[in-house]
C-alpha cells in the first residue's frame, strides 16, 4: 500500500467525550502540533453535520502541521474531505468495500484486537496497517480483549505493514510496549485525561525518543 511515510510514533485519537467544541479543537491543536505524524478523529454518537463540522476544522489543523488525518469508522465522511484516511472496526464496513471504494492510495487501518488471523486477512485484502489491543484495562471501551504483548513478536515477523497497538497505554506503562517494536502507538485517556496535554504529550515523545536513543547505543 502507498502513503505509508505517516505511519510510525505517536498515534493519539480523540474521546468520545468532551467539553464545548473550542475547548475540544483547543486540546486536539495542541496534540497535533506536538511532532506527530498521525491523528484519528473518533467518535460516536454524533449527528452527521457536527461531525462534518468538526472534521473540517481539524483536517485545517492537520493541514497546517503537516499530519495525516484518519476518521474512524465513517467512510461516507470521505468523500468530503479528500486526502484524509479511515479505519475499521469489527462492525464497520467491510474493508475490501472501502479499498474498491476509494482506490490504492488511501490509508485504511483495520482494527484485529488479539488475532494475528485477521491482521494476516486484512494485509492480504488491503489495509495500510493493522491495529492490536487492548494492550491493557481502558475506559475507553466496554468488554475490552486484553492482547498479549508476545503477540506482537509473531506480528512483526509475519506481516509486511505498520502494526499499531492500542488500549490503556500511558506514560507510565509505555515503556513495556516499547521492547516490542510497534510503528505506531496510539492514546486516548492516556493524553486527553490530562490537565496539561501539551505537557502530557511532550513527556510520551521524551520516552519513546529516549528509548530509541538508547537502543541505537546498546
Not at 71 to 78: A, C, H, R, T, W
Request: charged share 25%.
Amino acid at each position: 500500500m502507498k502513503n505509508n511515510c505517516s505511519l510510525n510514533g505517536l498515534y493519539p485519537i480523540t474521546p468520545t467525550a468532551f467539553q464545548s467544541d473550542l475547548e475540544y479543537i483547543d486540546n486536539i491543536k495542541e496534540v497535533i502540533k506536538s511532532g506527530i505524524k498521525i491523528f484519528q478523529f473518533r467518535t460516536k454518537y454524533m449527528s452527521f453535520k457536527r461531525k462534518k463540522y468538526l472534521v473540517h476544522k481539524i483536517r485545517n489543523i492537520c493541514e497546517k502541521f503537516s499530519v495525516k488525518l484518519i476518521i474512524n469508522d465513517d467512510y461516507q465522511i470521505l468523500k468530503y474531505f479528500e486526502g484524509c484516511g479511515l479505519h475499521i472496526g469489527k462492525t464497520d464496513i467491510n474493508l475490501k468495500r472501502v479499498r474498491k471504494i476509494y482506490g490504492e492510495n488511501i490509508i485504511i487501518g483495520k482494527s484485529c484486537y488479539d488475532s494475528l488471523k485477521l491482521a494476516r486477512w486484512s494485509e492480504k485484502n488491503g489495509a495500510s496497517y493493522v491495529s492490536f489491543g487492548s494492550m491493557y484495562e481502558t475506559k475507553s471501551k466496554n468488554n475490552t480483549i486484553i492482547c498479549d504483548h508476545q503477540l506482537l513478536s509473531k506480528a512483526k515477523k509475519s506481516l509486511n505493514i505498520p502494526i499499531c497497538v492500542i488500549g490503556g497505554i500511558t506514560k507510565r506503562n509505555i515503556k513495556n510496549i516499547l521492547p516490542f517494536k510497534p510503528d505506531m502507538i496510539s492514546m486516548i485517556s492516556g493524553i486527553f485525561d490530562s490537565k496539561k496535554i501539551k505537557e502530557e504529550v511532550s513527556q510520551i515523545h521524551a520516552i519513546i525518543k529516549n528509548y530509541e536513543e538508547i537502543k541505537k547505543n546498546i
